[in-house]
C-alpha cells in the first residue's frame, strides 16, 4: 500500500523579470562517439538489439500523429525506438484519459495537463518517482536549464519530497501581461507622455473621459474596464483578483491567489492593501472613469483576449493578454504580416488608430505589476508500467537532453523536415508550413516527441523577431502566485469565497457598498473557510520547502 497523501506545496513569487539564457550545447550525437546508440536497448536470443518501444501520451494531442511520417522515423532511427502513439481529444482529455486509466490501461510516457492531478496519480499507483541520480546522468543539459532559470518548476512535480515528473517550462510565463494605450487618444487630448504612476493614470483617464478623445462629438468614452483593473490593483499589492470575467463565471483560482507576506503563505484578495486600492477604482468610478460595462467585461465576445470596448473605441487603455497578441511591428520576414492577434483586429476597426505598449500602474508606495502566467508548462510523467524497464526512462531522458542539445534536431521535433517544412536562410528560421493547424501539426509528428521540452535559447534563437520585441516592449513588473498543490481546503470552500470576493469586489468598485465594506468582506471571508484554507496552504508549503 501506498503512503496516504501529504499535502505538499512549491513556491516562488517572482516580481522581477529576466531569465538568463543558457548557451548553445553539444552537436547532434549528444556526447557519444559514432556508432554508439544513444538509447537503451533490448537484446534478443541471438544477441542482437531490438528497438526499445514506448506508449507515448507526452504530447498536447490535437491530432492523431502519422507513424509513418518523417519526424517519427528519424526519431525512432536515432533512438533505435518503437512509439505506439495513444490519442486523447484534447477537448475531453481528462473525461477520457480517466476512462483508459480507470480500466487498468496506461501509457508509458504521460503528460499531466493539471499538476493537482499529480498526488492522485501517485496513490493511484499510475506513475513513480523519477530518481534525481537518472535525470542528471541521462539528462545533465536540461536539468541545468531547469537549475538555472525556472528552480520553481521542481515545486509542482513533488509529492512526499520525491520527483514523479520531469517538469517543463513556459517562457511567456517570464513576460507579465501587457499594459496597452490609445496612443492617438492621449495625444489628442495633450498627453505626450505614457502614463506610468497612478496619478497620471488618472489624469489621462480623466481626460479620455471628458475631453472627447475620439474626435466624433460625443461624450461617449471610458478611461477603462475590467481588463485593466488587475493593473490598477497591483499599483496597492498583489491583485485580490487577477481575472474578472473569469472569476466572475465562476473561476476560483482567479481570486483564490497566494502569496508571501512575512515569510507566509497568505491570499491577496483579503489583504488590506486591496481595500485602498478599492477606494481608488470607486472615486474612479463615481467620477464616470470606469465603463459601466465592466461587470459584463470589455471581451464580449469571440476570442477571449479580443476586447471588443477597446476596438470600438469606447475605452482607451486595455490589457490582460500577451505581448504577442498585441505586436504592433511588422516581421519583414513574413510577407504578409499583419502584426498580433489582437494588434490586427484593432486595426481593423481602427485603421488611422494607434497602440502602444505601456507599464502597469505605479502606486503610492512604489508598488507596481500585472498578473503573470506560470513558468510551468505541462510535465511529463513516465509511468509505473513503464518504470518496471529501465531501459524506458533511460529513453524518455535521453530525448529530452537531445531537445536541449542539437537545434536542428529541436527544429524537426517542433517544426518538421528541414527544407521541407522549414529552412535556414543562414541563421535565420523560416517556415515554410506556418498554416498548419494544431492537428495537422500534430499529424505530421511536430510537437509530438519532443516531450513538451521548451528550451529558451532555442526558441529565442528561432523566434529572434518574436522576443525581441517582447524583450522590448514587455519587460515590466509582475505578480506570480506561490504554487500550492491541491489541498481539501480548497474544494471545500473555493466556491463560496469565490463568490464572496467577486460580489465584495464588484460592489465596492461600483459604488453599491462603501469601501468600509471591505473589512465586512474579509471577516466574512475568514468564517466561510478563508481561515482554513489560508492555514491549510502556509503549512503545506512550509511542508515542502522544509521549514
Known amino acids: 500500500?501506498?503512503?496516504?497523501?501529504?499535502?505538499?506545496?512549491?513556491?516562488?513569487?517572482?516580481?522581477?523579470?529576466?531569465?538568463?539564457?543558457?548557451?548553445?550545447?553539444?552537436?547532434?550525437?549528444?556526447?557519444?562517439?559514432?556508432?554508439?546508440?544513444?538509447?537503451?536497448?533490448?537484446?534478443?536470443?541471438?544477441?542482437?538489439?531490438?528497438?526499445?518501444?514506448?506508449?507515448?501520451?507526452?504530447?498536447?494531442?490535437?491530432?492523431?500523429?502519422?507513424?509513418?511520417?518523417?519526424?517519427?522515423?528519424?526519431?525512432?532511427?536515432?533512438?533505435?525506438?518503437?512509439?505506439?502513439?495513444?490519442?486523447?481529444?484534447?477537448q475531453k482529455w481528462e473525461d477520457n484519459l480517466n476512462v483508459r486509466l480507470a480500466a487498468g490501461e496506461m501509457p508509458d510516457v504521460l503528460k499531466i495537463t493539471n499538476r493537482q492531478n499529480l498526488p492522485k496519480y501517485v496513490t493511484q499507483g499510475i506513475i513513480e518517482p523519477i530518481p534525481?541520480?537518472?535525470?542528471?546522468?541521462?539528462?545533465?543539459?536540461?536539468?541545468?536549464?531547469?537549475?538555472?532559470?525556472?528552480?520553481?518548476?521542481?515545486?509542482?512535480?513533488?509529492?512526499?519530497?520525491?520527483?514523479?515528473?520531469?517538469?517543463?517550462?513556459?517562457?511567456?510565463?517570464?513576460?507579465?501581461?501587457?499594459?496597452?494605450?490609445?496612443?492617438?487618444?492621449?495625444?489628442?487630448?495633450?498627453?505626450?507622455?505614457?502614463?506610468e504612476t497612478i496619478q497620471e493614470y488618472e489624469e489621462a483617464f480623466t481626460k479620455f473621459r471628458n475631453d472627447d478623445p475620439d474626435k466624433d462629438g460625443k461624450k461617449d468614452t471610458y478611461g477603462l474596464s475590467d481588463f485593466a483593473l488587475p493593473n490598477i490593483l497591483g499599483a496597492y499589492g498583489y491583485p485580490g483578483i487577477s481575472d474578472f470575467k473569469g472569476a466572475a463565471k465562476g473561476d476560483a483560482a482567479k481570486t483564490i491567489q497566494f502569496t508571501m507576506k512575512d515569510d507566509n503563505v497568505v491570499i491577496a484578495s483579503i489583504q488590506p492593501e486591496m481595500k485602498e486600492a478599492l477606494a481608488t477604482l470607486?472615486?474612479?468610478?463615481?467620477?464616470?472613469l470606469i465603463d459601466p460595462e465592466f461587470i459584463?467585461?470589455?471581451?464580449?465576445?469571440g476570442y477571449w483576449a479580443d476586447s471588443q470596448a477597446f476596438y470600438n473605441s469606447k475605452i482607451g487603455i486595455t490589457g490582460m493578454s500577451m505581448y504577442y497578441h498585441w505586436r504592433n511591428e511588422l516581421n519583414p520576414d513574413i510577407a504578409d504580416d499583419a502584426g498580433g492577434g489582437q494588434f490586427k483586429a484593432f486595426k481593423e476597426t481602427n485603421p488611422e488608430g494607434n497602440a502602444v505598449f505601456g507599464v502597469p500602474a505605479v502606486g503610492p508606495s512604489g508598488n507596481s505589476g500585472t498578473p503573470m502566467w506560470d513558468t510551468a508548462s505541462h510535465p511529463i510523467a513516465i509511468t509505473s508500467e513503464?518504470?518496471?524497464?529501465?531501459?524506458?526512462?533511460?529513453?524518455?531522458?535521453?530525448?529530452?537532453?537531445?531537445?536541449?542539445?542539437?537545434?536542428?534536431?529541436?527544429?524537426?521535433?517542433?517544426?518538421?523536415?528541414?527544407?521541407?517544412?522549414?529552412?535556414?536562410?543562414?541563421?535565420?528560421?523560416?517556415?515554410?508550413?506556418?498554416s498548419d493547424t494544431l492537428a495537422e501539426a500534430n499529424v505530421k509528428g511536430k510537437n509530438v516527441l519532443n516531450a513538451k521540452v521548451s528550451f529558451d535559447p532555442f526558441i529565442k534563437q528561432r523566434d529572434t523577431f518574436d522576443f525581441a520585441?517582447?524583450?522590448?516592449?514587455?519587460?515590466?513588473?509582475?505578480?506570480?502566485?506561490?504554487?500550492?498543490?491541491?489541498?481539501?481546503?480548497?474544494?471545500?470552500?473555493?466556491?463560496?469565497l469565490n463568490k464572496l470576493t467577486v460580489d465584495a469586489y464588484f460592489k465596492i468598485i461600483a459604488g453599491e457598498e462603501p469601501v468600509e465594506y471591505f473589512d465586512e468582506y474579509v471577516e466574512a471571508f475568514r468564517k466561510n473557510g478563508g481561515d482554513e484554507l489560508e492555514k491549510a496552504a502556509n503549512e503545506a508549503y512550509k511542508q515542502m520547502v522544509g521549514e
Open 132 to 195: 534525481m541520480e537518472k535525470i542528471e546522468e541521462f539528462a545533465p543539459t536540461y536539468l541545468k536549464f531547469l537549475n538555472d532559470n525556472y528552480p520553481e518548476v521542481w515545486d509542482g512535480v513533488k509529492y512526499d519530497g520525491q520527483i514523479y515528473a520531469i517538469p517543463m517550462t513556459n517562457l511567456n510565463g517570464t513576460y507579465p501581461t501587457v499594459v496597452i494605450w490609445r496612443q492617438d487618444w492621449l495625444a489628442n487630448v495633450g498627453i505626450t507622455k505614457t502614463p
Open 469 to 496: 520585441f517582447a524583450d522590448e516592449h514587455a519587460k515590466t513588473t509582475g505578480y506570480k502566485s506561490v504554487y500550492v498543490p491541491n489541498v481539501e481546503a480548497f474544494s471545500k470552500y473555493s466556491n463560496t
Open 296 to 301: 459584463t467585461s470589455e471581451n464580449t465576445t
Open 282 to 288: 470607486q472615486k474612479w468610478y463615481k467620477a464616470g
Open 1 to 90: 500500500m501506498r503512503k496516504s497523501m501529504k499535502r505538499i506545496a512549491g513556491s516562488t513569487l517572482t516580481l522581477a523579470l529576466g531569465v538568463g539564457l543558457l548557451a548553445g550545447c553539444s552537436g547532434g550525437n549528444n556526447g557519444n562517439e559514432p556508432g554508439e546508440t544513444q538509447a537503451g536497448t533490448a537484446t534478443n536470443g541471438n544477441g542482437a538489439t531490438e528497438p526499445i518501444t514506448l506508449d507515448w501520451l507526452g504530447y498536447d494531442s490535437y491530432g492523431q500523429p502519422d507513424p509513418n511520417s518523417a519526424v517519427v522515423k528519424a526519431v525512432e532511427e536515432k533512438f533505435n525506438a518503437k512509439f505506439d502513439f495513444w490519442y486523447i481529444d484534447s
Open 386 to 434: 513503464a518504470m518496471k524497464n529501465p531501459q524506458k526512462l533511460e529513453l524518455l531522458l535521453k530525448m529530452i537532453e537531445a531537445a536541449c542539445t542539437d537545434y536542428e534536431y529541436y527544429l524537426m521535433l517542433t517544426n518538421g523536415v528541414k527544407d521541407v517544412d522549414w529552412k535556414l536562410d543562414g541563421d535565420k528560421f523560416i517556415n515554410l508550413t506556418s
